[in-house]
């Protein structure tokens, strides 16, 4: 059972452009939302995170919106640079601090010149 | 500061065989994973330690055990391997860094065929 469903699947976007990956739960127990970026031949890395309390949050040019009613959180990239070319996946948990982390499948994101 | 550490980086295994992953970080941190990575399908949770002594199992615990065999160590053993745990396998630690954030820090993994 897919409990967080992300997607593209594969994502290309022009350098300079805004790259948008979708993530979708359905357990509404779930209070931690991370992104994580996976480089080839590494293990992932915490991008940046958002409890449900609030609808935005922002770092540099990482930004994830979120919304409650519809169990659904994205994250935005702006100002997109070729060396934000990587799989980035979505997770989820429930009981913050519980840590068990649910994933997305993962979008692999490539920008181009 | 090595972070988190995992050995072997490689692995042939022949269906039957048994081996063990080991895991090891330096960060003091008391959670400790392990998750395997197969195209398409994420990383799935197939142990969990909240400290040491005890173990949880994750989303996909079958043919697999596990040891936290004291703060900094954390191994996983395949007793009988399949061609169906042919994956790479990550190894994480985590902790809380703010009263909204915590974070998992991960292996550089574990490239695992069984053939």
């Known amino acids: 059972q897919q409990q967080v469903k992300q997607s593209p699947q594969s994502l290309i976007v022009q350098k300079g452009g805004i790259s948008i990956i979708n993530c979708a739960y359905e357990?509404?127990?779930?209070?931690?939302f991370p992104w994580y970026q996976q480089f080839p031949g590494k293990g992932p890395a915490l991008l940046i995170a958002?409890?449900?309390?609030?609808s935005e949050k922002k770092e540099g040019r990482f930004t994830i919106s979120f919304n409650k009613s519809a169990k659904q959180f994205s994250l935005h990239i702006m100002d997109s640079q070729p060396g934000d070319s990587a799989t980035y996946f979505c997770?989820?948990?429930?009981?913050?601090?519980?840590?068990?982390?649910?994933f997305g499948t993962g979008t692999r994101l490539t920008i181009i010149p | 500061n090595a972070g988190v550490t995992q050995t072997p980086k490689f692995q042939v295994l022949k269906t039957g065989q048994s081996m063990t992953l080991q895991c090891a970080q330096d960060?003091?941190?008391?959670?400790m994973y392990w998750y395997r990575q197969d195209p398409g399908m994420g990383l799935r949770l197939i142990y969990y330690?909240?400290?040491?002594?005890?173990?949880d199992k994750g989303e996909v615990p079958n043919g697999y055990n596990v040891s936290r065999l004291n703060k900094r160590e954390f191994s996983l053993r395949l007793e009988s391997a399949a061609p169906s745990q042919t994956s790479v396998y990550f190894c994480?630690?985590?902790?809380?860094?703010?009263?909204?954030?915590?974070?998992?820090?991960f292996g550089p993994g574990t490239r695992l065929t069984v053939t």
């Open positions: 994480a630690s985590s902790e809380l860094v703010t009263a909204s954030l915590y974070e998992q820090y």
């Open positions: 357990n509404t127990a779930f209070d931690y």
């Open positions: 958002i409890r449900p309390d609030v």
């Open positions: 997770a989820a948990s429930r009981d913050f601090g519980n840590e068990k982390l649910t």
């Open positions: 960060m003091n941190h008391n959670s």
């Open positions: 330690s909240a400290s040491e002594g005890t173990t």
